[in-house]
């Protein structure tokens, strides 16, 4: 078999993989990518919201209301966007706190735009992860930035200053040095791109990241769409908000009631063994430490969350202990953490990468589960059973080799329009490439295999709340 049919049979039977897992998604591959992202922005079926719901909902607009004030949003605006997500609920969760000219960012966003626009809508709010490192692997992650083919270092940090450092590191100093790797590499794109980007000191890298793209959203993308990105220190101020209410469902159950959150932990640690195996695991009991610039994880014992290298108590599992420690962002809530106040209580969709759709509806059948078990939260219960589609993938569903920043330079002003129109015309199938994100990786053929043997299925009940 040569490299190309390789590629081929390797891109179907992720293709396949995803189908068995979600049905409804197969006639669309042969489609139109805008009518798949039509469909994964249409608003869910209307019904009885539950309190808890609508609880969870009004904390979330809130705290996005704040983000969009923070970033010089007007009331009007900020209104506008809470209107559009409590209508539409759908949440871009996707990409990782990259600069909006990296393509891993700029296509996904074209993507939402495509989905968003079908709908009529006109403003876009995107939940971009942060807890992630400042480089991930070799010349990749927010650190870098390939220009023009080559790679720039982003903040003109040392390979030590990097590695194993997080994007909520902090405090520091950090600007946008942009340093080519290679000496001759500077180049007209280089400059100007440096010549848009804010040209001042920042505390933490996510900071310096965020104030960018709020500054090169209306350049790349226009003004069709009203932009706000939060981040995970915003779904910090969101968990934060929740357990300060002593009415929260959150705090009632997670902190207060006994039994939930040990469930929820034994219920990870069951998955972990199974078939389901590889894909939802325990890194962190509900919080990440950061110390020292660095991310640790925690585990809960004995009503402590506690340091496991080094046996620091670093908080008790108690409102007032975790709120003080959010508030000083020594806490940062996980992705279970942050999916429990973003999605599963306020009833949002979330769209997401490569693994996310596949652990998305674990980790909501972990949290049935365990109130299950616990037999607490009927109505919850009730609401996680009778969702529509409730995440999806949604993130390098379009897979481009055109340098947005290239495009961008060469075409100021139709640029992102023109490209959404030509890619959203293209089938669904082709748009996505060769998936390279996905045949890649083990995890992905090895569901494959699983799916292909019957050793798992889309009727089991893992997977009965996707």
Sequence with gaps: MDEQTAELEAKRAILEALESLYPWMKPFRSRPVREYASRLFEAPASGLVPAVRRQALDKLLAVIRKAAARWGLSADTASEICRDLERRRVLQTGPHLLLLVDPEAYYTHIFSMLGLAAHGC??????????????????????????DGRPINVF???RSQMVGYNLLSGPGSYRFRMVPVEPDAQSDALTQLRDMLPNIEFQRPAHAVKAANQVLWPKLFGSRFAFLQ???????DLVAAHLSDPDSWLRASLLEEPTVASNVLAQLDRLATGLWSGWLT???????FYHNGKRLPLRLAAGDLIE????????RFTALDIVARLADRTLIPNFLTAMLVVSILPGVRVLGGSHQPVFYPLMRH???RALDVAGVAPDLRQALATDGVSGAWGHRVIECDDDPLERFLNDPIGGAHAVAQRLGATPLAEACGSLKSFVSDASWLE?????????????????ALS
Excluded: N, Q
């Design 447 to 463: 569901l494959h295999r699983r799916l292909g043997r019957g050793m798992i299925t889309a009727a089991d009940d893992e997977w």
């Design 156 to 158: 003109g940090l040392s």
């Design 366 to 368: 972990v949290v049935h």
């Design 282 to 288: 325990r890194a962190t009991d509900f919080f990440w």
């Design 122 to 147: 006109s403003t876009y709010v995107s939940y971009a992860v942060s807890t992630v490192s400042i480089v991930e692997r070799s010349r990749k992650g927010p650190g870098w930035l390939a220009v």
């Design 230 to 236: 939060i981040d995970d220190e915003d779904i910090a």
């Design 308 to 315: 496991p290298s080094s046996g620091m108590k670093v908080a």
